[in-house]
């Protein structure tokens, strides 16, 4: 008796696909004029939501104690992009290292890709600074002055009083702060936390520049935290825009288990209905969540993974006592065949990718100079030609990526009969995080010029220890045949 209503309502439920399916034409945010509707997720809460907590706080010590850590006395993380300088864990890379950098982004894409291929969405819902202050900070003032959803939503059909004035006012007011605290912060992750000091002591007048910054970052936040919210997830997010094509049937995901879930009903009289399965129709999973969609309808692109309908499903099915679980961290093909599989040919595949890619990288940081070295032949010149010598004018650049002055030497490593000579005749003193421009001669004998063009090998020394080596081209005469056989 109980299947055979399974089985109706499932038939139902299929010649009725393509009005299920509607969901798919909208977005649970934005009306049929296309304007927008404000969500008001009800207050999540749960075991799930106290390990964000957890992690929140955690992560955010993290986010705004970073420009104060130093290692050997430079910044953990500086991205200053004006300026093409980022300091990553105390390494400094220049716009002479972009290989390096393109290498080291790729490297993050395959790991992140890899990451989401398995995992899922578990960066936007536990990691991302947007979710985090979203939900876990601007949220969370808004319960603590407002109330829950339904008050809130009362709140804002209100006409305007002195409550409302005053709840609004303190709401926004804490609302910039927070903004200018994390505006803050991004620019002492841009310029450096001293540099971001003196812009915040100085009146504005002195630094324009650095105000406007402050400023600019302090509005975009308050816009994206105060008013644009989920819209950033659901519409702007690159990231975002990825899960599409990135999640596959076996990625781990916030899922509802139809299975066991379907076909849905109310209780009657708080009991279970014989024949439907363990969802009650309740729309707490939808009522929590904070992009607005309602899970059951399956895996869904404006789904941050912030496991809401997990904590508030969970809480359901404890009070009518079934197992939890009925929302839970499953792979489409888990719920489907109870099966877990989460080495697949196409984990198996980006693994080898990353590791190729890491490799590289590891490659390219242990080789990696403290001194870029840039060697060219001053344009416009051939060669010249005193009695029995052949001299080339060359331009050389040294950049210093050390945090220390260098004292550095050139010579010239290969071939042994070519001399080099600079035209200032000083030692090279590089200033730390510097560059010093130079001119030299190199002399080779002319009957040792053999061809129109000799490799000749140039090594950069400091205290006698070579840390690069440098190619110059070194330009000589055509020799006529019987010349060279003569030679
Ligand atoms: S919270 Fe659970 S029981 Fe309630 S509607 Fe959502 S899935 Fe069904
Ligand atoms: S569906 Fe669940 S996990 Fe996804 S955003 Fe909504 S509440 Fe969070």
Redesign the pocket.
């Known amino acids: 008796m109980g299947s055979n209503i399974k089985i109706d309502v499932r038939k139902e439920r299929l010649q009725n696909k393509n009005s299920e399916d509607e969901f798919r034409d909208s977005i649970a945010t934005v009306d049929e004029a296309g304007k927008r509707l404000w969500i008001y ?1 009800k207050k ?1 809460s749960g075991k799930f939501h106290r390990w964000r907590i957890v992690v929140t706080i955690i992560l955010l010590s993290l986010l705004f104690g970073g420009p104060f850590i130093k290692i050997n006395n430079q910044p953990l993380l500086l991205l200053n992009v004006l300026e093409r300088k980022f300091i990553i864990f105390g390494q400094t890379f220049w716009p002479q290292d972009f290989v390096l950098l393109a290498v080291t982004l790729i490297a993050f894409f395959v790991f992140v890709i890899l990451f989401t291929v398995v995992f899922g969405r578990v960066w936007c ?1 536990w990691l991302c600074p947007q979710t985090l202050f979203m939900e876990m900070v601007f949220r969370k003032i808004e319960y603590w002055i407002e109330g829950d959803a339904a008050a809130q939503r009362r709140l804002s059909k209100e006409k305007w009083n002195a409550e409302k004035i005053f709840k609004k006012t303190s709401k926004q007011t804490i609302f910039i702060l927070i903004s200018i605290l994390i505006a803050h912060t991004a620019m002492a992750y841009l310029i450096g936390v001293e540099r971001t000091f003196a812009i915040v002591r100085k009146p504005p007048s002195e630094n324009i520049a650095g105000f406007i910054g402050l400023v600019s970052f302090t509005g975009i936040f308050y816009g994206l935290f105060a008013k644009f919210r989920e819209q950033a997830c659901i519409a702007v997010c690159p990231y975002g825009r990825l899960q599409g094509v990135l999640l596959g049937k076996n990625s781990i995901v ?1 899922a509802y288990d139809w299975i066991r879930g379907e076909p849905r009903g109310h209780l009657k009289k708080d009991q279970p209905v014989a024949g439907l399965g363990d969802c009650i129709d309740c729309h707490l ?2 009522h ?8 059951r309808n399956g895996t ?1 692109m ?9 904590d ?1 499903c969970d809480d359901v099915m404890v009070k009518i006592g079934k197992p939890k679980g009925l ?1 839970r961290y499953a792979s489409i093909n888990s719920i489907t065949n109870g099966v877990l599989k989460l080495i697949t040919p196409r984990v198996i595949g980006y693994t080898f990718v990353l590791l190729a890619v890491v490799g590289i990288l590891g490659f390219a940081l242990i080789t990696r100079s403290d001194v870029e070295t840039t060697v060219l032949k001053v344009p416009g010149t051939l060669y010249q030609r005193e009695p029995g010598i052949i001299t080339n004018l060359y331009n050389v650049e040294f950049v210093n990526k050390t945090f220390n002055e260098m004292n550095l030497e050139i010579k010239v490593e290969a071939p042994s009969f070519a001399k080099i000579y600079r035209v200032d005749g000083k030692g090279i003193v590089i200033p730390a995080e510097g560059m010093v421009k130079g001119i030299f001669f190199i002399k080779i004998p002319e009957e040792k010029v053999l061809m129109a063009r000799t490799v000749v090998t140039l090594g950069v020394y400091q205290n006698g220890k070579q840390l690069e080596t440098v190619n110059a081209k070194f330009i000589g005469p055509v020799k006529k045949a019987s010349d060279a056989k003569r030679d």
């Open positions: 997720p999540p819902g916030v999973c939808v929590v969540c904070p992009t607005g969609i309602d899970i869904q404006e789904c941050v993974n912030c496991t809401a309908c997990i508030a929302i």
